[in-house]
């Protein structure tokens, strides 16, 4: 089926299986006030992390293909798993089709980026879902830009549920926030800097701080990924051409917009408009 895509400027797109982009969103109004977003939440259909290959590489290009529609150049999949999982395979096989004009940025490579200037012991711990973990692609992308860098994953499959049922500062989310940090480091002593690799893990961060030792990094996403979204946009001006500028973010989800209202608010401790999309139209 032919897309008919708007050619002229739009928002920026900013893409994730539920609420845990809105941490990345956040950011990118921080640094970048004057252009306008858009903000798709999949939260019907979430959660990716435990999802195959394919089912994520298809509700995701589903979800891009429908902001390019809603008139985006620029989407960012602001989603670890979508990151991994489906990312490449948009930019290779759909892009072309779609718009190669069109670009499509993840999560992760901005956030590895950074690693080289900060871990001193080159041992690294990734936190992340089992999703993320199991691609293997924060490996991989270490060690494209940083070969002498060991990295270890560590699943964290209770921590984006606690998130999203508000319960990641009550007291029951000690145990788990303590069991995946304490799996992590017993794999590797020498671990020096963790990643989040989950956009819903800064909320967790006052309790991760709490049972990672100070001696230790902890690198949140957000502003790393925002900064790289500022830095794309000064390096490709024709894209920036391609972008709106009037401090405006619409926010869209496949799920019920009270809920979605209600819990966004948890994230950007502010008041959100959002409407219902549904992706399999």
Same mark, same amino acid.
């Given at each position: 089926?032919?897309?008919?895509?708007?050619?002229?400027?739009?928002?920026? @797109?900013?893409?994730?299986?539920?609420?845990?982009?809105?941490?990345?969103?956040?950011?990118?109004?921080?640094?970048?006030?004057? $252009?306008?977003?858009?903000?798709?939440?999949?939260?019907?259909?979430?959660? =990716? @992390? &435990?999802?195959?290959?394919?089912?994520?590489?298809?509700?995701?290009?589903?979800?891009?293909?429908?902001?390019?529609?809603?008139?985006?150049?620029?989407?960012?999949?602001?989603?670890?798993?979508?990151?991994?999982?489906?990312?490449?395979?948009?930019?290779?096989? $759909?892009?072309?089709?779609?718009?190669? $004009?069109?670009?499509?940025? /993840?999560?992760?490579?901005?956030?590895?980026?950074?690693?080289?200037?900060?871990?001193?012991?080159?041992?690294? /711990?990734?936190?992340?879902?089992?999703?993320?973990?199991?691609?293997?692609?924060?490996?991989?992308?270490?060690? %494209?830009?940083?070969?002498?860098? %060991?990295?270890? /994953?560590?699943?964290?499959?209770?921590?984006?549920?606690?998130?999203?049922?508000?319960?990641?500062?009550?007291?029951?989310?000690?145990?788990?926030? %303590?069991? =995946?940090?304490?799996?992590?480091?017993?794999?590797?002593?020498?671990?020096?800097? *963790? *990643?989040?690799?989950?956009?819903?893990?800064?909320?967790?961060?006052?309790?991760? %701080?709490?049972?990672?030792?100070?001696?230790?990094? *902890?690198?949140?996403?957000?502003? !790393?990924?925002?900064?790289?979204?500022?830095? =794309?946009?000064?390096?490709?001006?024709?894209?920036?051409?391609?972008?709106?500028? /009037?401090?405006?973010?619409? =926010?869209?989800? &496949?799920?019920?917009?009270?809920?979605?209202?209600?819990?966004?608010?948890?994230? !950007? $401790?502010?008041?959100?408009?959002?409407?219902?999309?549904?992706?399999?139209?």
């Amino acid at each position: 089926m032919k897309h008919i895509l708007p050619s002229q400027p739009g928002p920026i @797109g900013v893409f994730d299986s539920g609420y845990g982009g809105l941490t990345i969103l956040s950011k990118f109004k921080e640094i970048l006030p004057q $252009n306008d977003f858009i903000y798709l939440g999949d939260n019907a259909r979430t959660p =990716y @992390g &435990t999802r195959s290959f394919e089912i994520v590489y298809e509700f995701t290009l589903q979800a891009v293909t429908r902001l390019f529609e809603l008139g985006c150049h620029l989407v960012i999949l602001a989603c670890n798993t979508a990151s991994a999982k489906a990312l490449r395979s948009i930019q290779i096989n $759909n892009l072309p089709q779609l718009d190669p $004009n069109r670009r499509v940025l /993840g999560v992760i490579r901005p956030t590895v980026e950074c690693i080289g200037s900060i871990t001193q012991s080159k041992h690294v /711990g990734i936190l992340a879902t089992s999703g993320t973990i199991k691609s293997e692609s924060y490996i991989m992308e270490v060690h %494209k830009l940083f070969p002498e860098i %060991k990295v270890t /994953g560590q699943a964290c499959p209770m921590w984006v549920p606690l998130v999203e049922y508000n319960e990641a500062q009550a007291p029951g989310a000690d145990y788990f926030v %303590k069991k =995946y940090i304490d799996e992590l480091l017993a794999k590797d002593n020498r671990i020096d800097t *963790i *990643i989040l690799g989950c956009t819903h893990y800064p909320l967790l961060l006052p309790k991760i %701080k709490q049972y990672v030792p100070e001696s230790i990094h *902890i690198v949140s996403q957000g502003e !790393l990924v925002a900064n790289s979204l500022l830095d =794309y946009l000064k390096r490709h001006p024709e894209m920036n051409e391609r972008c709106t500028h /009037g401090g405006t973010c619409t =926010y869209f989800t &496949t799920e019920a917009e009270e809920k979605f209202a209600d819990s966004a608010s948890a994230f !950007l $401790n502010e008041p959100i408009q959002v409407s219902h999309l549904d992706l399999n139209d």
